[in-house]
Each structure stands twice: as C-alpha cells, then as structure tokens.
C-alpha cells in the first residue's frame, strides 16, 4: 500500500499536541476523537494499492527547433533580446504539446545539434537556459545548414522544422528553398525582428559598429519567407504562441509509435473516513462507552497496514543480502514486492547483473524523477542497457541525454567507444561478473559499494575503457557536453563549432 498524497502524514504530529493538552472531556472522548482524527488525517493521504500496469500505444510528431544564434540575435526590438524571447518561445512549446517529439539545433554559419530527438521536456528546458550568447562571435547566417542537419536527424517522411531567426542576411534563399522542396520538409520561420531594427548592445560600447565606425541597425530580412513557401509552412511575425502552437497541431502526424506504461491504483480513502465517522459518532454516545472498555485497542489498528512498514523493511532487507551475495534474480524478486522508484530502481540493477538486458530497461523507463543528477545516473543506465542489447542508435541519445544533465567521464569514453558502432554491429564487453560501479557514483540506491562482489553493476563497463578497439581514439568533430556542479552548460567544443565559420566573414550585415 501506498499513499497517494503522503504529505498529510505531517499532520500526525497535531494528533500528540492534542492529546498533550486537551484533558477536559474524559479518556473515553478522547479516544474516539483521536481515532477519528487519524483516520481523517490517512483519508486526506489517499492511501491506495497499486494495480497491473497498463501499456498505452501513442505517436506523434517530429519537431525539429532550430534556433538562430549569431551576433544579430542580442539586438533588443523584442526584449530583452531576440535570442531571450527565443528561448522563451521554446519553453512554451515543449511544454504546450507533449506527444511531439523535439529536437534542437542551434546554427549561425555552422550548425550542431543541442540535443537529438526527445521527449524528455526537463532535459530541453535545460539545454535552452544552459545557451551563453556571449560565447558565441559569429556574425553571419547560414540557413543551409540548418536545414541539413535537420534532414539528417529525423527519419521521418516530412519532418516539421522551425526557424527562430531574424531572416538571416542573405539576399534570396532559393538554393534553400530548392533543397526543402527536394526533401520535403515541412518548415515554419518564426521572425524574431522588426522592420525598424535594433542596434546591438556590447559589453564594451554601448552599440555595436561595423568596421568603418557606423552603428550597426539590424532588421529583419524578409526574403528568407520564401522558405516557409516552399515548405507548405507559416511565417510567424513575433513570438506568437499561439500561432505557433496552431503551426505543431496543424502539421501533427504519426513520425514515429512508441508506447508508455501508466501505473494505476485503487484508492481506499474510504475506509479510514468510515471508521473516522464511525469514532465520531461513537465518541458522543454510549455505543462509544461499551466499546471502549473492550475494543477500543484493536480499533486502533483498523485500517492500518503492517505490509507498508514491517514487511517492506523485510523485503528490502532480503533484496539487498541477495544481492550482495550475487543472487540478483532472487534479489529482483525481492524488491518487486515493494512499490516505489528506489525499489523499480535496485530491481532493474538486479535484472541487468542477471543478464536480463530487456527487462532492466523496460524497468529503468518506468522511472520518474524531478532530480538532474538522478535522471542523469537514469539515462546512463539506459545507455548501457542498449549497448548491452547492441542498439547503439539508441544508446548513443540516452548516453548524450546523461551528458545532457551532467558530465561524467565514464558516460563520455562510453559514447567514444560506441562511435561508427552502429556500421560494425561488433562490439566487445567483458564478463558481466567483472563489471563494477564507479567510485563515485552510479551504485543503485540503497545498496552499498564493495570492491569484489555484490557492488558490481551495468553501470560500468567495456566501454569506459574503450572496448571495441576504440580505446584511445578520438572522433573526429565529436561536440561534447560538458557540466559543472550539476547544471546543463554547453562545452567550449559546442562553442567551437559554432563559431568555426566566423573566421571567413567579410560583412555579414
């Protein structure tokens, strides 16, 4: 048994106040008032017990975000800057529309990729915070390759791409619109300009100036419509939300299926507002009086359940001696009579040093949690389990989504070693009983760290140490997150590449 909304257990602590200082009406009163506070208190907690989970099918959309960020984007004719009410139209929409899924990419003369197609909302909204315009010196715009980069990331048949731009600076954009038309994308621009302009702040003047000393006004270039014409799309004036929410549900079609598992529960409320009621009324007439010499005792136990705490404790307890002693079927076994994520947690670790890739990675997405780190730790799990499975593909955006949230060393060689795996299909991993948790994190919540056995998990492997005979080798253009203290920051690598046209610019404006 669970408690839905456990918070109201707090309120138990009044029931030892109220005892303490109310001593008017007599013990028998009092008694029957507290039961019933109590069991007002459990109702108010929503105790309920879980049923078989149910799977749901659902499919959506491909949406690819891509972001411009060259120089002209801190120009302020949409406060506080274009690029700030871009980001701030990105939140929006991943949250407006859950059953898309969303990529982002950023470009100016170059395009990355910030994060691959998703449908984890806290991972992108953290990608958009973690963007720091103010590393970026490229001055110039270049929509191809965006556009390129965005027929590489999606499978789909029309992916729905949007532009926040302020139109770029080129002239015309028909070797653009040529190249939508021949691959049929579907594209939206979202104009993040006036016709006025804006001049552009600087750290050092107060506006930006051209090489010959002119302040530099930068307005927005309307040639750059003629992609969404070409793209069957809309051109957005502004961030207008609801315009661009009508653009995703208007384009929504089937890109990809999946399904998700919905966790449901019987609430038994009922029962301890019952007895709440039944304690009340007893309280105030002699039905109270005969009962209390009696039962009133065993009354006190109705409706509370032993299995919650007793029993748990016990299971966890045999869960984790098992697991210890290298019995990770029975130990999975144990935890999967306890309910909660730590439990679901140490059960798929469980599974995985069973050698039961699948199941660990059917439990690990089950998971929910609010917490970067842990959700970081999550995706990592993930990652392994694919490549145990050789689904590089797959582990290749789980490991980049670990990074995401927070750089480890372990989950970066792991991505290394997997680099051109997909090709080879081929992919050399040790004994699964020499795999151990790193040092410093990744042990399963709960169980503790030995060095020889029982400590051992998926969460290291071959592939921090360069299996598959990578060992060593660096990919070439590799874009690497890099994290400090637990929040999302683009790396000097990211930044890198964003700005390794900047060098050929002559006059971008």
Known sequence: MIFLSPLWLIALAAVAVYLWGVKRYGWRIQGWLVLAAVMVILALSRPAVSQKPLKVEEGGSDVILAVDVSYSMRATDFAPSRLEAAKAMLRSVVRSNPKERFGVIAFTTSAIVLSPLTKDRELLEHLFDSLDESQIITKGTRVMSALELSRKMSHAEHPTIILFTDGGDEAQYEKEADYIRENALAVNVVMLATAEGSTIPTEEEASFKDEEGHIVVTSRNDAINVLAEAGGGRVIQGNDMSALNDVIVEGRRDDFKGSSTIIRYTELFYIPLLIAVFAF????????????KRFLPLLALIGISAQGGVLDFAYLHLAHTDYVQGNF???????????????????????????????ALALYRQIRSNDPLFKSTLFYNIGNCHIRLQEFENARNALLKSLSLRYTKAADENLRAIAGAAEKQTLNVRKEKKDQFSKEENAPTGESKPSKQGGGSNMQTDMASGGGGDE????????????????????????????????HETKPW
């Open 472 to 503: 060593g080798k660096k990919t070439e253009g590799d874009a690497r997150l890099s994290m400090a203290q637990g929040k999302a920051k683009l790396s000097s690598r990211q930044y890198e590449l964003i700005n390794q046209r900047s060098v």
């Open 329 to 359: 079927e029975r130990s999975a076994a144990w935890y999967d009579k306890v309910e909660g994520n730590e439990a679901r947690y140490n059960r798929a670790n469980a599974l995985y040093k069973a050698g039961k890739y699948t199941e």
């Open 281 to 292: 009324v007893a309280a105030f007439t002699t039905v109270g009086e005969k009962i209390s």
